[in-house]
């Protein structure tokens, strides 16, 4: 999983309540992904980051916040969640500039009740 | 555009059959495409890619075929065994922009 680490793995929320989850890597890459993954869809990008504190958003980045004050911590956060946000969520790293190979963590299986 | 389509979305083989998936991109500034393997509960981890400079990669019974004129790149799996069973995203990437976009995925499942 080239030291990814996602938390929390699975989770189970209320609607309107603000949620965050966490995506951890060990290896200072500069490049994070944030993904959903919805049968039919595939992944989509939600948001990415090339650096700390610099983010940029993904195709579906509407409901969503994200955040990297460190190299190794990139976090996404549901201001008030909704049940279309339920879902799979990914987050991914680049290892290099100009290599767009994409190594994911396990997963975090939200359901927003 | 930025869109990827990917078919057929579930797809059943026999043991030692052939598995081809297929996919269509639209932008032709993309210059990357790869394929993932996703098992139940893992994430995705990359398979096998290709550059458009070419128009076929092998490795192993994995093959990924590339049509540059038609748009298209498809990934054969020969001699197609049951523990590959998984879902497939092909996906496409250009270096400038550092990120990929995924097709909708096709859960291929291998009967023995």
């Known amino acids: 999983d080239a030291g990814i680490t996602q938390s929390p793995r699975h989770k189970v929320t209320e609607t309107g309540t603000p949620v965050t989850l966490r995506c951890h890597q060990t290896e200072n890459h500069r490049y994070m992904y944030w993904y959903r993954q919805d049968p039919g869809h595939g992944l989509r990008l939600i948001h990415y980051s090339y650096g700390v504190k610099d983010t940029d958003k993904g195709e579906v980045s509407d409901g969503y916040s994200v955040s990297r004050s460190k190299t190794e911590d990139f976090l996404l956060t549901l201001e008030s969640a909704t049940s279309s946000q339920t879902s799979v969520y990914f987050c991914a790293i680049s290892v290099r500039q100009g290599n767009t190979e994409a190594f994911f963590g396990q997963g975090t299986r939200l359901t927003v009740v | 555009q930025q869109q990827v389509k990917q078919s057929p979305q579930s797809l059943i083989v026999q043991k030692g059959g052939i598995s081809i998936i297929n996919c269509a991109y639209e932008?032709?500034?993309?210059?990357?495409f790869p394929w993932y393997q996703q098992f139940p509960g893992k994430g995705p981890a990359l398979l096998i890619a290709?550059?458009?400079?070419?128009s076929e990669k092998k490795e192993g019974r994995f093959t990924i075929s590339f049509n540059k004129s038609a748009k298209q790149f498809s990934l054969h799996i020969m001699d197609s065994q049951p523990g590959d069973s998984a879902t497939y995203f092909c996906a496409a990437g250009f270096q400038g922009a550092q990120k990929l976009v995924f097709g909708q995925g096709t859960r291929l499942t291998i009967n023995p």
């Open positions: 290709i550059r458009p400079d070419v």
């Open positions: 932008n032709t500034a993309f210059d990357y």
